[in-house]
């Protein structure tokens, strides 16, 4: 089972950018799906992006012309640049990986981000 550790979280102020990271402890090649989530205190996890082996990419409403999301496979990285950030994008945000019928290989451990002036 692959690990994944998620880098990069931090405070930043509104407007600003961030890039996170999600490093896996094995090749990411013929995994169907890496994706983004998010989870702010008190809600539900909830979709960032998604990228599949062949780079087509799904992004939640919120997030959509702010986010983009992207895979290395050489270096078994996946990663979400954040741009334009916005308050209510405070979260901790979760790396996985899936198949393409949407079970669960693995999730990473979070990483925090708050944006805050």
């Known amino acids: 089972q692959v690990q994944l550790v998620e880098s990069g979280g931090g405070l930043v102020q509104p407007g600003g950018s961030l890039r996170l990271s999600c490093g896996a402890s094995g090749s990411i090649f013929s995994i169907p799906v890496m994706g983004w989530y998010r989870q702010a205190p008190g809600e539900e996890r909830e979709l960032v992006a998604t990228i599949t082996t062949a780079g087509s990419t799904n992004y939640g409403d919120s997030v959509k012309g702010r986010f983009t999301i992207s895979r290395d496979n050489a270096k078994n990285t996946v990663y979400l640049q954040m741009n334009s950030l916005k308050p209510e994008d405070t979260a901790t945000y979760y790396c996985?990986?899936?198949?393409?019928?949407?079970?669960?290989?693995?999730w990473g451990q979070g990483t925090q981000v708050t944006v805050s002036s």
């Open positions: 996985n990986a899936r198949s393409a019928n949407g079970a669960v290989y693995s």
